[in-house]
């Protein structure tokens, strides 16, 4: 069993930057894939970005390569989200999740655990 909770979310503004925790209690995953994913009002929850345990493999979605950065410190049981020049499509609830498959994977059924999210809201 993974505990997961996300915290670093808030209000910034357009072109502003927040970094996203997700430290994980319980089994260390430290091995595990690890995901971000975010759900703005009224639409499908969408992958944003995930890495994988040892070399730390990384895959983005496309509106936000450049901007986004997902890192891990397998010491601390965290891995992070460090969003640069923010933009107002980029608010929703950011919550990371935990995948037991073997390589990395977009679709959030193939996560089998989850934190509660955390908002992020960008003003225009």
């Known amino acids: 069993q993974v505990q997961l909770v996300e915290s670093g979310g808030g209000l910034v503004q357009a072109g502003g930057s927040l970094r996203l925790s997700c430290t994980a209690s319980g089994r260390a995953y430290s091995t595990y894939i690890v995901g971000w994913f975010r759900q703005a009002p009224g639409k499908e929850r969408e992958f944003v970005a995930a890495?994988?345990?040892?070399?730390?493999?990384?895959d983005y979605r496309d509106s936000v390569k450049g901007r986004f950065t997902i890192s891990r410190d397998n010491a601390k049981n965290t891995v992070y989200l460090q969003m640069n020049s923010l933009k107002p499509e980029d608010t929703a609830v950011y919550s990371c999740?935990?995948?037991?498959?073997?390589?990395?994977?977009?679709?959030?059924?193939?996560?089998?655990?989850w934190g509660q999210g955390t908002q992020v809201t960008v003003s225009s």
């Open positions: 999740a935990v995948s037991l498959s073997i390589g990395l994977v977009r679709i959030p059924a193939a996560y089998a655990y």
């Open positions: 890495m994988t345990s040892g070399v730390g493999t990384t």
